[in-house]
């Protein structure tokens, strides 16, 4: 049983790629049998013991010249390159986009504390740029808060 279940397995693979390699063979006819073991068994020739055969006619041959299928094929690799290229690209932009959407939430917060300190107690002390501290008076502190709205309804939305 297993011989003939082997050999029509090794049959059909190398018919149907006689089939697709060589297409002018592949419009030619078959033979249909059944073995020992109920196995369909493809053919170019006629078993040798008489076993009646049924003819099956083989696939027909390729709609397209190679030529275009090849044209085809890289005109399907470029479409494919180009649908890669875009996700990648789209990727980053979105990498971009969310990552200035944090840097917004983050000056929103920085903002929001800044205006917290800044409507807390008038004798306070307040770092500047270069590290030093100094006391504001109300219009500078008014000034700050100010500006600390202006960047919270910017950035806080």
Not at 34 to 57: H, I, L, M, W
Request: aromatic fraction near 8%.
């Amino acid at each position: 049983m297993s011989q003939g279940f082997s050999l029509s397995r090794l049959l059909f693979p190398l018919l149907l790629g006689l089939a697709i390699a060589l297409p002018a063979y592949a419009a030619k006819d078959y033979h249909l049998w059944y073995d020992e073991n109920g196995q369909a068994v493809y053919s170019q020739f006629a078993p040798e013991d008489g076993t009646p055969t049924e003819r099956v006619k083989g696939p027909p041959p390729p709609a397209e010249s190679p030529e275009a299928a090849q044209k085809r094929l890289q005109e399907q690799k470029q479409r494919s390159a180009d649908f890669f290229e875009d996700k990648d690209l789209a990727k980053e932009k979105n990498a971009e986009v969310a990552s200035a959407a944090a840097q917004n939430e983050q000056r929103c917060e920085a903002a929001r504390r800044n205006l917290q300190e800044l409507t807390g107690p008038p004798n306070r002390l307040y770092r500047k740029s270069d590290g030093t501290y100094e006391r504001w008076d109300e219009t500078q502190r008014e000034q700050q808060r100010k500006e600390m709205e202006k960047i919270i309804a910017e950035s806080c939305k």
